[in-house]
């Protein structure tokens, strides 16, 4: 059912709407940017405008080229995107409600939230923008919303490499390369998307080194993201259990510290100069459920920390972004992040360090990824069936706990506790 809804949506984050409409119509987009910088008070600190340059067509919409004042504050804009696209949207905006959306809200204290999201946020149809500078700022318009799902298939991989695809954008594939940008934060309201891009890189990374790719996968949503890699031989630790993952980190832990002693003492200042192929990866879904333990934490922020040098990489997941379940410490040393969907601007600040994850269309995927930029991207999207497909070669039936030896654990398999699994 769509409903278009006129031109008056009161919206907070447009404050600047009235006066937009005070000062005249607004008779196309380059006029409206312009009053949107005004209103927003983004131009410059003595009342300089930006100056429309060139108004180019490309396919798909239009890029206005703007002069910018002196002390032009980029990163602002940037963060504050979303108001610059609902003001370019704010004469017509179609809403979308769909009936199932309702069947998908989890019954949990979010509950209300979730139905209120479904009910304000569902937008279609939007111009959407993306930002560009270059001594000049460059804003493209586009027509119309970005495709909301990208079939995932194996053209997204890069064999031999740690670059994994994180997303897609309207310019091509953004990719994550764990080995320049090492460990990640993944933030997002329930049902957006974190599961699935978590199964996407463990699978993508299987792929791609499944000779040197190390998992450590830590489950706190009850096993059913990651229990499909239990048996991979790439699989070293694998839990779903709370009071387990202590005692997982801090084995990792000890691991890590030799392995960057070695490193050390061979002459090497880091795993990649030491030419070693090896890189473990530290997965955790839902990290907030060992945010209140403080040994848990404090491996976890030095593996953050000092992780880097031995080619130990965290990946950090939570559906409840705080300054509990993401330490300023852990914060500090990952910079990269990917963040879907999320409540408010507060939980976005904490995630992404910046505002705009709260404005992201509720489709599950669409996520804003920062690294050096932020951009906002739909992450490809891989069915279990597909995974299991992709992995079934790397499965392996792993000696039980109380047999299993310690060669297995160095990986070092004797070739009688463990076959090859082969579809008949
Ligand atoms: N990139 C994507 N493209 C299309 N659909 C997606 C994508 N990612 C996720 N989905 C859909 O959204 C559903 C929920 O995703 P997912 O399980 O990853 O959410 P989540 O963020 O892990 O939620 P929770 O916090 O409850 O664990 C998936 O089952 C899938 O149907
Ligand atoms: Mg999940």
Redesign the pocket.
Known sequence: MIIEIGSIIIMGSLAGYASLKKGGTTSNDADKIQKIFANAGWNGKNGETIRLHRKSNFSGGIEYVYQVPLGFDRKRIEAEQHILEDGLNIRHRLFEFNPTDLFKV?INSSMFKQIKMIFTKKKIDRKEIELGFDGMLRIKVYKESMK???EWDEGYLMNGTWSVSIGNTRQGVVRHDFDEHKHLIIA????????????LIVTSLVLQQPENVKLHLIDL?GG??FQRFKDLKQTKNYTREPKEVKEILQNIQIEMNKTYTDIVDSGFEDIKESGRKERHFIII??AADIADDSECMEVVTDIARRGRGAGYYLIY?T?YPSSQSIPQQTKRNIPSRLC?VLDDAIASNTALGQTGAEELPL???RGIYKNVKSQVV????ISNRQIEKCIKPHVVIKPRKEESSIEYREGKKTGSNSFILEET
Request: glycine share 12%; proline share 6%.
């Open positions: 989890k909301e799902q990208y997002g309201a329930t049902g957006y998307g974190k599961s699935a891009i978590l199964k949503k059913s993201a879904d839902e997941a559906q879907f489709i599950p995927g739909q992450t490809p999207y």
